[in-house]
Antibody, heavy 118, light 111 residues
Framework: QVQLQESGPGLVKPSQTLSLNCTVS??????????WSWIRQPPGQGLEWIGY???????YYSSSLKSRVSLSIEPSESQFSLKLSSVTAADTAIYYC??????????WGQGTLVIVSS | HSALTQPASVSGSPGQSLTISCTGT?????????VSWYQQHPGKGPKVLLY???NRPSGVSNRFSGSKSGNTASLTISGLQTDDEALYFC???????????FGGGTHLTVL
């Protein structure tokens, strides 16, 4: 059974870059059957899709975040990563990584809270 | 402001049935059958309950069912149990600005 675990700083200063990793166990990032995604949930709000990346590095982003987001993947290290630049308080959220197949987010991490504050 | 509209909260008594709606547009819910539903208990990551409108993954109780009419998808929970108390989200593929859109989430309280 695949498991995903987010990791990274819980506090980021405004204007800096938020960087998170997702480590996958029990499954291969090299599988062509899945995409690997990031989703966030601001406090008290709904989920927002950030983007997803394929094993070959092809990535697709939310249009609202596209100018600030970059996803990368390292199958050999069982990790994929998120970078979000020029953060503001509006980027404070719980960030989740997830596995996606045919538009189904079938496995999720527990989520990690990132606060943007000076 | 979420792309898909869900009621903020619903409640029911054990044993009852209830339905949670998820309203979008013809660019997402109404145009495709890629609607999924997720359950999230406090402190946990979401778990998929239904996909492609009404399909249940292996291991999900048949008390959970889904349907769609026009631009609105629905999740019905029958025989409510205390463990059903959770946050429920819908999602859909979208041909709009983002490939994936989510609902704002519905808190289910079992009285």
């Amino acid at each position: 059974q695949v498991q995903l675990q987010e990791s990274g700083p819980g506090l980021v200063k405004p204007s800096q870059t938020l960087s998170l990793n997702c480590t996958v166990s029990g499954g291969s990032l090299s599988s062509g059957y899945y995409y690997w995604s990031w989703i966030r949930q601001p406090p008290g709000q709904g989920l927002e899709w950030i983007g997803y990346i394929y094993h070959n590095g092809n990535a697709y982003y939310s249009s609202s975040l596209k100018s600030r987001v970059s996803l990368s993947i390292e199958p050999s290290e069982s990790q994929f990563s998120l970078k979000l630049s020029s953060v503001t308080a509006a980027d404070t959220a719980i960030y989740y990584c997830a596995r996606v197949s045919q538009m189904i987010f079938d496995s999720w991490g527990q989520g990690t809270l990132v606060i943007v504050s000076s | 402001h979420s792309a898909l509209t869900q009621p903020a909260s619903v409640s029911g008594s054990p044993g009852q049935s209830l339905t949670i709606s998820c309203t979008g547009t013809s660019s997402d819910v109404g145009g495709y059958n890629y609607v999924s539903w997720y359950q999230q208990h406090p402190g946990k990551g979401p778990k998929v309950l239904l996909y492609n409108v009404s399909n249940r993954p292996s291991g999900v109780s048949n008390r959970f069912s889904g349907s769609k009419s026009g631009n609105t998808a629905s999740l019905t929970i029958s025989g409510l149990q205390t463990d059903d108390e959770a946050l429920y989200f819908c999602s859909s593929y979208s041909s709009g600005n983002s490939l994936v859109v989510f609902g704002g989430g519905t808190h289910l309280t079992v009285l």
